[in-house]
């Protein structure tokens, strides 16, 4: 096989975590079926995750999609953190960083300033993130 065909083959790699004390996981689980369906490699965190761990996690199974997926308003505090960690890794460059939940429309903004390409909120279709995954997943 040759590194070209390789390239266009290889299956997109999904992180999925969940971060801080939101013990609401039945949405990410989901989540995670759904990408698994759609025919990406998921990786599932488990619950109460801390920052660094989900930052350990995305580098170390070099995962081209983070998903971070929290429900208990702390995304102001933790998905910077998340951030911050896979830049001082050097992997955030290459990553697709997502962000599902609750998150008001003024925090959407900052986040994104921050360095979150989408954020995923309540009565977004399984297929509307699938689609964005497939289209935006960075190439490597």
């Known amino acids: 096989m040759s590194v070209e065909q390789e390239q266009t083959e290889r299956t997109i790699r999904c992180l999925v975590a969940k971060v801080g004390l939101d013990g609401h996981d039945r949405g990410a689980h989901v989540i995670a079926r759904a990408l698994r369906d759609a025919g990406f490699e ?8 801390a920052p660094d761990e989900v930052v350990q ?6 995962v081209d ?3 971070i997926s929290i429900l208990s ?4 505090t933790l998905v910077p953190k998340i951030l911050d960690g896979l ?8 990553r697709l960083i997502l962000v599902g939940g609750i ?4 925090d959407q903004e900052e986040l994104r300033g921050q360095g ?14 699938i689609d964005y995954i497939h289209e935006n ?3 490597r």
Not at 42 to 49: D, F, K, N
Not at 57 to 62: T, W
């Open 87 to 94: 830049k001082e890794y050097d992997a955030f460059d290459d």
């Open 42 to 49: 998921v990786i599932y965190s488990g619950l109460h995750r």
């Open 57 to 62: 996690a995305a580098v170390q199974e070099d």
């Open 137 to 139: 997943a960075p190439e």
């Open 116 to 129: 979150v390409d989408e954020i995923f909120g309540p009565g977004a279709s399984m297929e509307e993130m």
């Open 65 to 67: 999609v983070v998903g």
């Open 103 to 106: 998150v008001p429309d003024d």
């Open 73 to 76: 308003g702390a995304h102001n």
